[in-house]
């Protein structure tokens, strides 16, 4: 008899606030446990810097899969990322290992452990402020409807292309489905555990801000001006994670890299409250909270007690 897989293990929460690093440490504290990455951004292939992806200095040793795995500005939506989430939780359990699923795209996690019904593809809070800021200007929009009639060209046929909301919407279902006509159920959830990790307001703004500094100090215009060197369209560079539309910017002279970098962290702190709002909503993740830079070590210990009682 097959032994029931034990509850996933689910680190969610708003961006900067260390939740790799104590997804990591939590792996190493559990033993015979691996990470699935639940960061929209981070399967995208060769871009590293502006999608903050972990490397192996950060793993420390522990597997995380699902990272780099399509292409920028190649069709993937959350129907597509599910799919391989449940095909990497299936190889997880018949070898033993428990799965840790790590990121703060909302969609991905409620798409794996609750069912996601697709029909009607609810919003994450965080993508529709991206897609809102794009549809904002007239340019942005015609780049939205562009997308949308490359990705779905007969859904996009029946959508008033002209109509910011409208297209903002159509290009959330396509993303979770596939197509507007692609929606439906996902399946059943999966039992889990879902730690929350956040950071005292103070703090998590300076992290932010650290971030954007090296993520610039840290060689993301030249990962920008290699990618458009190997064909990546300039558009969906800039739709590939906050940075690259800044990135872009500077190397075009329309920014300075201070005034990059200002951007990055006004854009980063907005996104990061969109994701609080998400996963606040769900009643039940159990929130961490940090209070300086190096209590993740104590944090570990109230983890692993939950992830032992799930």
Known sequence: MTATPAPVVAVVGPTATGKTALAVLLARAIGSAELVNAD???VLRGLHVGTNRPGPEDLEGVPCHLLGITDPGAPFSVADWLAAARACLASLDLRGMRPIVVGGTGLYVR??????ELDGAPPDPARRATLNASAASPEGLVALAGELRRRDPEGAAGIDLRNPRRVVRATEIVEACGSLAGRGRTGATRPSVRIGLDAAPDLHRGWIAERARAMLAGGLLEETAAALARGVPPEALGASGIGYREALAVLDGRLS???????IVRRTARYAKAQRTWFRADRSVVWLHRERGDDLDELVTRAVA???HA
Do not use: H, I, Y
């Not at 890299?257 to 951007?263: F, I, K, V, Y």
């Open 40 to 42: 929209s951004r981070q």
């Open 111 to 116: 798409a794996l452990l609750d069912g996601l």
């Open 257 to 263: 890299e201070t005034a990059a970098a200002a951007e």
């Open 306 to 308: 939950l992830a032992e």
